[in-house]
T-cell receptor, first 111, second 114 residues
Framework: GQQLNQSPQSMFIQEGEDVSMNCTSS?????WLWYKQDPGEGPVLLIA?????ELTSNGRLTAQFGITRKDSFLNISASIPSDVGIYFC???????????FGKGTSLLVTP | SQTIHQWPATLVQPVGSPLSLECTVE??????LYWYRQAAGRGLQLLFY??????ISSEVPQNLSASRPQDRQFILSSKKLLLSDSGFYLC???FGQGADSPLHFGNGTRLTVT
């Protein structure tokens, strides 16, 4: 599958801080998805993006589909301890069924 | 609403033994079904996907196989496990009406091969 480069690999922040992570690819993607995985559980869909330039919010989370269709970012505002987990970007390279994943950003939040 | 069930949650098996992991989806018809493996808590690797009964696409050559005997049932199998088969196995589904539909994951099976 197509490689997605996700950064940073890990983040260690204090409660209340804002967080930003991003994902890039050398190829164009049609759809960008952001997931969160808690320890020992399956990833849960946070935000789905379908159009270049699209900016979507879900509570304190905001994600954007890059204009070039080769990147996406996820912002978390005013982080809280329950934001701890691994965040994955994912995308469909061509219209199809195989979803490509980034390697994840591990987020730790201290009270 | 749709739900996905995956079992068992954890499994310890000796090298050379067979494997059968099962996944079922409720609340939708003709879903796309997927098996992913996650090693060391990061990086999800697509193993198999299915767009219909009896239709299986394999993404990587390996010691595993998949079957879809019923519309909402997806099974991951092996005849003889290897140590390298250890990992966290995730089943997922998406709506089958078209491509680019987000995947929804089960809670996974932690497999340890000893």
């Amino acid at each position: 599958g197509q490689q997605l480069n996700q950064s940073p690999q890990s983040m260690f922040i204090q409660e209340g801080e804002d967080v930003s992570m991003n994902c890039t690819s050398s190829s164009i993607f049609n759809t960008w998805l952001w997931y969160k995985q808690d320890p020992g559980e399956g990833p849960v869909l946070l935000i789905a993006l379908y159009k270049a330039g699209e900016l979507t919010s879900n509570g304190r989370l905001t994600a954007q589909f890059g204009i070039t269709r080769k990147d996406s970012f996820l912002n978390i505002s005013a982080s809280i301890p329950s934001d701890v987990g691994i965040y994955f970007c994912a995308g469909f390279h061509n219209s199809g069924y195989a979803l490509n994943f980034g390697k994840g950003t591990s987020l730790l939040v201290t009270p | 609403s749709q739900t996905i069930h995956q079992w068992p949650a954890t499994l310890v098996q000796p090298v050379g033994s067979p494997l059968s992991l099962e996944c079922t989806v409720e609340g939708t018809s003709n879903p796309n079904l997927y098996w992913y493996r996650q090693a060391a808590g990061r990086g999800l690797q697509l193993l198999f996907y299915s767009v219909g009964i009896g239709q299986i696409s394999s993404e990587v050559p390996q010691n595993l196989s998949a079957s879809r005997p019923q519309d909402r049932q997806f099974i991951l199998s092996s005849k003889k496990l290897l140590l390298s088969d250890s990992g966290f196995y995730l089943c997922a589904w998406s709506f089958g009406q078209g491509a680019d539909s987000p995947l929804h994951f089960g809670n996974g099976t932690r497999l340890t091969v000893t």
